[in-house]
Structures are given as structure tokens and as C-alpha cells.
């Protein structure tokens, strides 16, 4: 079975700052994709990235990026410039071959002004 | 932007009670989850439509909650009678269909179960 790990239950940075959120993934699928969603006090999950296993390249967004190291099957996200904004859970997701996403715990990111 | 729609956006009930969830998601999107979430944790996925059929609700405890998408498009979720443990966030979402990774999200419903 698919599982995905996020070992940080909460990170804090300063405004302005970078932070890097942490998340591990097992599957045995080939092809595979992996997201970041993000999950403001409204409740709503916003899909931040996504980046498909088969490409080697990073895919980044605007100030969020991601460190795809696909051997280690490690998905970790970058945020730069860090905004109030950005104050939210964050989940690391992988879909499996029925296009059903398997979450991780999440992460809780405090935006110190 | 097209969103999923989801109501009410709060429900308290009693234990014992039913209740129920409505969803529409983006016109034309042939594909409907039905989501858990418990405060704290992932999102745990319910049950997967792909138009009106069922394709997963191995997760769904069938004894009290049934989900239904009669015309495929819109999607009831029932819970009969409700237990203090059902209280969570009710998530839907959408997506264009099988093969297309992208899913949308409403905004919820928030069940306390009192």
C-alpha cells in the first residue's frame, strides 16, 4: 500500500523568509504524481504543485518550488519570501492508479510577522 | 473560476440523528470523491464516483452512510444514524475524469455530532 510521511507536525518562519517542508513517500506504482496541497482556516484545499515522477525536473510556482528526489522517494516544498498569506496546513499527497490521493498527516506553517 | 459547491457549510445534529451532504462539482467534471477529514489529520477518501457508478466505497461504513450521484452530476452523502465520531469535515471534489490528476475542491461541511 501507498503511504506518504510528513514528519514535521509544525513549522514556524519569519516573514520574508524560506521554509522547507519535509515529506517521504512509498509506492510501487511506475508512474506516479505527487502534490502539495494547502489548507488555510477555511478549510479549502488549494492544490499548490504537483510534479509528475516521470519528469526529472523540479516543478516550481511562482515562490514555491519542490526538491524531487525520486530514489529516495523524498517530495520536500520550498516557500521563498515567506507571506502571512501562506500561515496554513500544508499536505503532501500522491496519487495512486485509481486517481485516488493518499495523504500524508500534514504540516502546520506559522508565519512569524 | 468554476467551483465545487458543497452544503450546508455547517451542520450540528444529535447522536442518532440523520443527516445529509450536498455536492455539485465543476460542470462536466465526471468525477466525484467524497472525503473525511478528522481535525488534525488527512483527508480519507469515502467514496469515488465515476459518473453515476460507484468505483470505490471500500472505506465507506456502509451500515450508516450511503452516497448516491443519480444523473451523475450532483452527489448526496447520508449519514443514518449519526455517532459522536462522525464529527469531521466532509470534503467533495472533482475532476474531469479518470486519468486527469487534477482534482477541485469545495469548502466543505463542517459535521459536529453533539
Known amino acids: 500500500a501507498q503511504t506518504v510521511t510528513q514528519s514535521q507536525p509544525e513549522m514556524s518562519v519569519q516573514e520574508a523568509e524560506t521554509v522547507t517542508l519535509s515529506c517521504t513517500y512509498d509506492t510501487s506504482e511506475s508512474d506516479y504524481y505527487l502534490f502539495w496541497y494547502k489548507q488555510p482556516p477555511s478549510r479549502q484545499m488549494i492544490l499548490v504543485i504537483r510534479?509528475?515522477?516521470?519528469k526529472q525536473q523540479n516543478a516550481t510556482e511562482n515562490r514555491f518550488s519542490v526538491n524531487f528526489q525520486k530514489a529516495a522517494k523524498s517530495f520536500s516544498l520550498k516557500i521563498s519570501d515567506s507571506q502571512l498569506g501562506d500561515a496554513a496546513m500544508y499536505f503532501c499527497a500522491t496519487m495512486d492508479s485509481n486517481y485516488q490521493l493518499i495523504w500524508g498527516a500534514g504540516t502546520k506553517l506559522i508565519i512569524k510577522p | 473560476e468554476a467551483e465545487v459547491a458543497q452544503s450546508p457549510r455547517y451542520k450540528i445534529t444529535e447522536k442518532s440523528q440523520a443527516v445529509a451532504f450536498w455536492c455539485d462539482p465543476i460542470s462536466g467534471h465526471a468525477t466525484l470523491y467524497w472525503y473525511r477529514q478528522i481535525l488534525g489529520q488527512g483527508p480519507e477518501l469515502l467514496v469515488q464516483?465515476?459518473?453515476?457508478?460507484?468505483?470505490?466505497d471500500s472505506q465507506l461504513p456502509k451500515d450508516r452512510f450511503s452516497a448516491e450521484r443519480l444523473k451523475g452530476v450532483d452527489s448526496t452523502l447520508k449519514i443514518q444514524p449519526a455517532e459522536l465520531g462522525d464529527s469531521a469535515m466532509y470534503l467533495c471534489?472533482?475532476?474531469?475524469?479518470?486519468?486527469?490528476?487534477?482534482?477541485?475542491f469545495g469548502s466543505g461541511t463542517q459535521l459536529s455530532v453533539l
Open positions: 471534489a472533482s475532476s474531469c475524469g479518470q486519468g486527469n490528476e487534477k482534482l477541485f
Open positions: 464516483f465515476q459518473d453515476e457508478s460507484v468505483v470505490d
Open positions: 510534479q509528475e515522477a516521470y
